[in-house]
């Protein structure tokens, strides 16, 4: 595993996602890429870990031990959506550290957008200017970001019609953000802003 620093105190990894479906039809349920995007921020209270996978491998703890070591600070674990627990119990087992949900306050240097209607909640960093969803906005092959396709809130007791969801995204372009570090697909790491209101033109 290796760390991308995006920015100072900011990184990035990717991890290969044990669920992953070869050849799935990219606008099903199972329609994303076999490495997953996590997120590492370092602010002066927390190492905070937003949707962590650690790969099943030799060696690949030590990048993340590396730095919470380095840093000395008490671990803090957010989850974006409730199928991206991923590794978080083995992180919270490791670095004695706590998780927070939903309805916890983030620790400073993060703030919460819940999301209640699309079964998320996004994290922005507003220091890095970095937005991080869960599943519903994706990289595209373009550079930028989409929402994700109407079959992935088919389990939702009320699914979302692509239209209904753009609405939901829209007020994030009340934000400066300058990264999108999403966890399906390329991250966009400038301009960030102007590729949202691109995904979400026809809201």
Not at 20 to 35: K, T
Not at 38 to 62: F, K, N, R, Y
């Amino acid at each position: 595993m290796e760390l991308q620093e995006i920015t100072p105190g900011l990184w990035r990894w990717t991890a290969p996602h044990p669920d992953w479906v070869a050849d799935a039809d990219p606008d099903s349920p199972d329609g994303w890429d076999r490495d997953v995007g996590c997120v590492l921020l370092a602010t002066e209270d927390a190492t905070i870990l937003i949707d962590p996978l650690v790969a099943d491998e030799a060696g690949a703890w030590e990048p993340l031990d590396d730095v919470v070591r380095a840093r000395g600070r008490p671990v803090v674990v957010l989850t974006t959506i409730a199928f991206h627990d991923r590794s978080r119990d083995a992180v919270l087992a490791r670095y004695d550290g706590a998780v927070l949900g939903e309805p916890d306050a983030p620790p400073a240097g993060v703030e919460a957008i819940p999301l209640p209607d699309a079964g998320e909640t996004m994290f922005w960093l507003p220091g890095p200017r970095a937005l991080v969803p869960g599943d519903r906005l994706l990289g595209d092959s373009d550079g930028g970001v989409r929402p994700s396709p109407e079959s992935w809130t088919g389990y939702m007791p009320r699914p979302l019609a692509a239209a209904e969801l753009r609405a939901l995204l829209t007020p994030l372009l009340d934000l400066p953000v300058e990264r999108v570090l999403v966890s399906h697909g390329d991250p966009v790491l400038r301009d960030g802003r102007a590729a949202l209101a691109r995904a979400l033109e026809g809201a």
